[in-house]
């Protein structure tokens, strides 16, 4: 527990940035940009995880295990997120999402 | 530690063995000689999915990470059918030289993802939970993105891993305050210390965002169409049936085991998820003519009427929901292999390209009428039955207005299915698809579904079996 902090500061934090995450992958217009907003989103929830185990019960590791379980997928999925980018890459020469639209309803 | 209880986890050593064994294998072979990889890898996969069907005693293991019941055992069996005819509907996509020197990849592709949802099935707390689903989904991405030559494909790809990242993202933040409200991971845990405090409420609704993505509900139902239509159709076929089936048994699991103290709560969320669900996906099926595009809204469509198994609860809600998913794997992948056959003998892709197939082609437009009218739940058919058993536990809680809104979309979807139906027998056309023959695995593939389709709905042994199966779940 860090002293003279409260657990409400932690999750301010966490919960601004999971919406600026969510704001981020709506908006911005490049793959690798809301590659990187997913990331943010995740992360946020690590933050979640490891203060509810730190401040709500401590004498336990399972949210601290949970968020490296987390760090570790989500290298993973921007592997192969990356791959596909510089696939899309290759095929229109470009990484906009207004681009990538062949296929609308 | 007793080896013996690792007989628990068969149907996931079974397939990691597989995917070592075509490993393997595509080291082994000649570079000129790719092709013998299909029938040495359908064969283990044959093999696998055989003895996946020796029945086990329940149990756990890992401290309750893991869970096997006969219930989930017969899920993954019916998980493995599917793909087992996936894989023998494959063969012709897969002889084209551009797909030859990739065929390894995409048997070790397939099984990986098929672990991963084996897992997700079996999970006993979120975090194997989580790994499963995440296992299961990134090698889809790469099997979407297959044609890589492709634009579409690429395109495919692309969307399906950025949706489903940030679906699961979603689902992980609201993971977290479900264990920030119960402090634990594990269901049996939570299910004891829940309460309907508005920090379960957030996050739950938070975890069926998530998972609604990956079952496609509306309004997370987006990708689906795009992605269905991008990617190689025997890869539409596994993601409409075999990821959406093991996604719908896992959800439903999850609902009963670990929110049930909070059933009051999610049944009007997923009231309105399944009306929403039912509706919007028949209006967009009316509109498409790309058959792929059409069997991904027809797919969202058939998982709102799941949605009315889920909320029929407890056992009887679990019988319809495996019962409905078995029925559904023959019934869609009769009318995928039709599609896919007709893909490699002329490239047609569109509705209107099957303009008087019937003349040409009879035997593949009676099996295609007949899963369509299966999906649509015409009575002599499976999916009647499967249709039947989801509105009775919907209407045994007394849901009679959604049922009645179901048995009304149903009777739409009967519009758009007959639309095909009338393209291949009443519609004129100057050049119809030539006459031509399907591989043996093909035709083999076929053989199953038409059989399936007729079987699993007059053989009233299976369902009562299904009930014993989740009589034993529950209890």
């Known amino acids: 527990m860090v002293q003279g902090i409260p657990i409400y500061h932690f999750l301010v934090v966490s919960t601004l940035m999971f919406f600026i995450g969510v704001c981020g992958f709506i908006i911005r217009r490049n793959l690798i940009t809301m590659l990187m907003a997913v990331e943010l989103i995740l992360n946020s929830v690590n933050i979640n995880f490891v203060v509810f185990n730190r401040y709500l019960y401590p004498d336990q590791l399972q949210g601290h295990f949970f968020s490296l379980f987390i760090v570790g997928i989500a290298a993973a999925e921007a592997a192969v997120a990356i791959a596909l980018v510089i696939n899309i890459y290759r095929r229109i020469n470009n990484i906009e999402v207004e681009n990538v639209n062949e296929m609308k309803f | 530690m007793n080896l013996g209880q690792f007989i628990l986890m068969r149907h996931e050593l079974l397939l990691t063995i597989a995917a070592v064994f075509v490993l393997i294998a595509e080291l082994a072979i000649n570079e000129k000689a790719k092709s013998k990889i299909i029938p040495i890898a359908l064969g283990v996969f044959a093999l696998v999915t055989l003895i ?306 019937y003349k040409t082609n009879p035997k593949l437009s009676l099996l295609m009428t007949l899963s369509l009218f299966s999906l649509a739940g015409i009575p002599p058919v499976a999916g009647f039955f499967g249709k039947f058993f989801l509105f009775t536990s919907a209407a045994g809680r007394g849901y009679y207005i959604l049922v009645l809104i179901a048995v009304l979309n149903a009777t739409i979807s009967l519009y758009y299915y007959l639309r095909i139906v009338k393209a291949m027998f009443i519609d004129q056309n100057d050049q119809p698809v030539p006459l031509f023959r399907s591989s043996p695995m093909m035709r083999a593939s076929l053989i199953i579904c038409l059989a399936g389709i007729f079987l699993v709905g007059f053989v009233s042994g299976i369902f009562e079996y299904i009930r014993d199966l989740s009589h034993l779940f529950f209890n």
């Open chain 2, 52 to 357: 996946g069907f020796i029945p086990a005693e329940p149990g756990v293991l890992f401290g309750g990470s893991f869970q096997s019941s006969p219930l989930t055992s017969f899920m993954k069996n019916v998980l493995n059918l599917a793909v087992l005819i996936i894989f023998l509907q494959s063969e012709g996509w897969l002889k084209k030289p551009e797909n030859l020197d990739k065929v390894s990849e995409y048997f070790i592709l397939t099984i990986a993802t098929l672990i991963g949802m084996n897992f997700m099935i079996s999970s006993g707390d979120f975090l194997s939970f989580y790994v499963g689903l995440e296992t299961a989904t990134i090698p889809i991405a790469g099997l979407a993105a297959f044609d890589k030559l492709k634009s579409r494909s690429a395109e495919a790809g692309i969307k399906l891993i950025l949706s489903s990242a940030l679906s699961s993202g979603i689902l992980l933040f609201g993971l977290s305050m479900i264990y920030g409200a119960t402090g634990s991971i594990y269901f049996t845990d939570i299910a004891q210390n829940l309460s309907a405090t508005p920090l379960v409420i957030l996050g739950f609704i938070f975890f069926v965002a998530g998972m609604g993505f990956k079952i496609s509900l509306v309004p997370f139902h987006f990708w689906t169409a795009d992605v269905y239509e991008g990617a190689p159709i025997t890869v539409t076929s596994y993601l409409s049936v075999v990821s959406k089936g093991a996604a719908a048994f896992t959800f439903s699991i999850i609902l009963f085991r670990v929110f049930n103290a909070v059933f009051d709560q999610w049944q009007h969320l997923i009231y309105v998820l399944a009306v929403m669900t039912m509706t919007i996906a028949n209006l967009f099926a009316l509109r498409q003519d790309n058959i792929k595009r059409f069997l991904a809204f027809s797919s969202i469509a058939q998982a709102g009427f799941i949605l009315l198994g889920i909320l029929g609860a407890g056992e009887l809600g679990m019988t319809a929901v495996v019962y409905f998913v078995l029925i559904y794997v023959f019934t869609n992948l009769g009318a995928f292999g039709v599609a896919t056959s007709v893909y490699n003998a002329s490239g047609i892709e569109t509705i209107s390209g099957y303009n008087g197939l």
